[in-house]
């Protein structure tokens, strides 16, 4: 939590309102970025809920509409092969890769968050049950072979009888980390993040964290947590549903062995888009997903009564994908690509080559700072206290605010054109998405919201 007393006390004088609206102008006129703005669908309110929703991008209704009139109209059966639906799992998994620091080949699109991340944390227990039969960690977590000997304990019961799963964590990746406890006769543990590497120990199988956390917006410390769960043994699992997108991620470099998003917020597929899973490369063959389906058979059409698993992350598929809302998906993600209506994947550069994750996450902590500026400037004393960590390192891109009467804060917020979200009991949510957020938005969000809190009393 930060206080933004000292802030007030001195920036009210240093910034007033017109002061700070004009460096908005100043900054929207330098931001490199400011032209994607264009690429969405927009009105002129403020929109700073793509952390819960992302913006419609403007390409999204045109594709959709040739996907259902010619290509599901006009071609109908013949667009599994000719208009590319079958291998839009792992074609649209490619175009997600770079922008969580994956190669391609490691990500499947389709399904929910939540069933995903239950394929997810079962597949790593088995993998750490695997290991346990090998009396030791084998290629598992690093890929080194190091690691203490596991074995199995009295009864057969398995030494690494333990999932632990962040305490703070959004609700249903707790519900179905419990599942997955129940089916893979584990106990759940909840842990802080911050303490993870103190529970860490040989009994832990697999961990489930979240790369941000869906209420404070803190960020937490992947490469160090993932590293520690390495060192213990164990398999590290990632939620990036509020990272992917807004910041830098780096799977392959941090080693992280399972990952799990989803794609409407800072990705912008629309309501219910499906999600996708990260499988690293050199675990895919020891990957065995508790929800086998005939799309993750390696003959999907030889309609064999024994499963047999694809090869590579296609393993991670299960049924006949959401051929609507995965090709919206697949349109919206030509806003990365220059031009907006590009395919390509791999690393992209400046708004013509493409947009950048290193890009994005800079105008980020620049909207986030600039928020927090206007806030302490606007804000009366006292009204709110700030739940974001200060510390770049240690940000998403959002900004939690506490307040009295939040949600009805919100709810005025959103008639005056600032829209954000609540969190119950008492937070107020505003998310920033570089790609179609300025800084005059953000000097205006401000304003409106200290003019809200006086209004109140």
């Given at each position: 939590?930060?206080?933004?007393?000292?802030?007030?006390?001195?920036?009210?004088?240093e910034?007033?309102?017109?002061?700070?609206?004009?460096?908005?102008?100043?900054?929207?006129?330098?931001?490199?970025?400011?032209?994607?703005?264009?690429?969405?669908?927009?009105?002129?309110a403020v929109?700073?809920?793509?952390?819960?929703?992302?913006?419609?991008?403007?390409?999204?209704p045109?594709?959709?509409?040739?996907?259902?009139r010619?290509?599901?109209?006009?071609?109908?059966?013949?667009?599994?092969?000719?208009?590319?639906?079958?291998?839009?799992?792992?074609?649209?998994?490619?175009?997600?890769?770079?922008?969580?620091?994956?190669?391609?080949?490691?990500?499947?699109v389709?399904?929910?968050?939540?069933?995903?991340?239950?394929?997810?944390?079962?597949?790593?227990?088995?993998?750490?049950d695997?290991?346990?039969?090998?009396g030791?960690?084998?290629?598992?977590?690093?890929?080194?072979?190091?690691?203490?000997?596991?074995?199995?304990?009295?009864?057969?019961?398995?030494?690494?009888?333990?999932?632990?799963?962040?305490?703070?964590?959004?609700?249903?990746?707790?519900?179905?980390?419990?599942?997955?406890?129940?089916?893979?006769?584990r106990?759940?543990?909840?842990?802080?993040?911050a303490?993870?590497?103190?529970?860490?120990?040989?009994?832990?199988?697999?961990?489930?964290?979240?790369?941000?956390?869906?209420r404070?917006?803190r960020l937490?410390?992947?490469?160090?947590?993932?590293?520690?769960?390495?060192?213990?043994?164990?398999?590290?699992?990632?939620?990036?549903?509020?990272?992917?997108?807004?910041?830098?991620?780096?799977?392959?470099?941090?080693?992280?062995?399972?990952?799990?998003g989803?794609?409407?917020?800072?990705l912008?597929?629309g309501?219910?888009?499906?999600?996708y899973?990260?499988?690293?490369?050199?675990?895919?063959?020891?990957?065995?997903?508790?929800?086998?389906g005939?799309?993750?058979?390696?003959?999907?059409?030889?309609?064999?009564?024994?499963?047999?698993?694809?090869?590579?992350?296609?393993?991670?598929?299960?049924?006949?994908?959401?051929?609507?809302s995965?090709?919206?998906?697949?349109?919206?993600?030509?806003?990365?690509?220059g031009?907006?209506?590009?395919?390509?994947?791999?690393?992209?550069?400046?708004?013509?080559?493409?947009?950048?994750?290193?890009?994005?996450?800079?105008?980020?902590?620049?909207?986030?700072?600039?928020?927090?500026?206007?806030?302490?400037?606007?804000?009366?004393?006292?009204?709110?206290?700030?739940?974001?960590?200060?510390?770049?390192?240690?940000?998403?891109?959002?900004?939690?605010?506490?307040?009295d009467?939040?949600?009805?804060?919100?709810?005025?917020?959103i008639?005056q054109?600032?829209?954000?979200?609540?969190?119950?009991?008492?937070?107020?949510?505003?998310?920033?998405?570089p790609?179609?957020?300025?800084?005059?938005?953000?000097?205006?969000?401000?304003?409106?919201?200290?003019?809200?809190l006086?209004?109140?009393?």
């Amino acid at each position: 939590m930060s206080d933004l007393t000292e802030t007030q006390t001195t920036s009210g004088a240093e910034h007033p309102s017109s002061e700070l609206a004009l460096e908005a102008a100043k900054l929207d006129e330098a931001d490199e970025l400011a032209g994607l703005r264009d690429r969405f669908v927009l009105d002129d309110a403020v929109y700073l809920d793509g952390n819960s929703l992302g913006a419609l991008p403007a390409a999204v209704p045109g594709r959709v509409d040739d996907v259902v009139r010619r290509q599901w109209g006009s071609l109908r059966i013949r667009s599994w092969d000719e208009s590319g639906w079958w291998t839009a799992p792992e074609r649209i998994g490619d175009r997600i890769a770079p922008l969580v620091g994956a190669a391609p080949g490691q990500i499947v699109v389709g399904d929910s968050t939540s069933v995903n991340i239950f394929k997810a944390v079962v597949a790593a227990v088995r993998m750490a049950d695997e290991d346990a039969r090998e009396g030791g960690v084998g290629e598992g977590r690093d890929g080194d072979g190091d690691g203490d000997g596991v074995g199995v304990g009295a009864g057969g019961r398995p030494v690494r009888d333990e999932i632990l799963v962040d305490a703070t964590t959004f609700p249903t990746d707790g519900y179905i980390a419990e599942s997955a406890a129940r089916m893979t006769g584990r106990t759940l543990r909840p842990v802080v993040p911050a303490e993870v590497p103190d529970a860490l120990g040989p009994r832990t199988a697999a961990v489930l964290l979240n790369h941000v956390d869906y209420r404070t917006g803190r960020l937490h410390d992947l490469p160090s947590l993932t590293a520690a769960i390495h060192e213990a043994g164990a398999y590290a699992v990632w939620d990036l549903c509020h990272s992917a997108g807004a910041l830098p991620v780096g799977l392959d470099e941090h080693g992280v062995d399972l990952a799990v998003g989803c794609t409407y917020k800072y990705l912008n597929g629309g309501p219910g888009s499906p999600a996708y899973l990260y499988v690293r490369r050199d675990l895919q063959p020891r990957f065995d997903s508790p929800l086998p389906g005939w799309n993750s058979h390696t003959d999907p059409f030889g309609m064999r009564p024994s499963f047999e698993p694809a090869g590579g992350a296609l393993r991670g598929r299960v049924g006949t994908p959401d051929i609507l809302s995965m090709l919206a998906l697949e349109a919206a993600l030509d806003v990365w690509d220059g031009g907006g209506g590009g395919s390509g994947s791999g690393s992209r550069s400046g708004t013509e080559a493409g947009v950048t994750v290193e890009a994005v996450r800079a105008k980020s902590l620049a909207l986030t700072d600039f928020f927090l500026r206007c806030v302490a400037a606007y804000v009366p004393e006292g009204r709110v206290e700030c739940l974001t960590p200060v510390a770049h390192a240690e940000r998403g891109s959002q900004v939690a605010l506490r307040c009295d009467d939040a949600g009805d804060v919100m709810k005025r917020l959103i008639e005056q054109g600032v829209v954000g979200d609540f969190r119950h009991p008492d937070v107020l949510r505003f998310g920033f998405t570089p790609l179609y957020v300025g800084f005059a938005d953000v000097e205006r969000a401000a304003r409106v919201l200290a003019e809200t809190l006086r209004s109140f009393g």
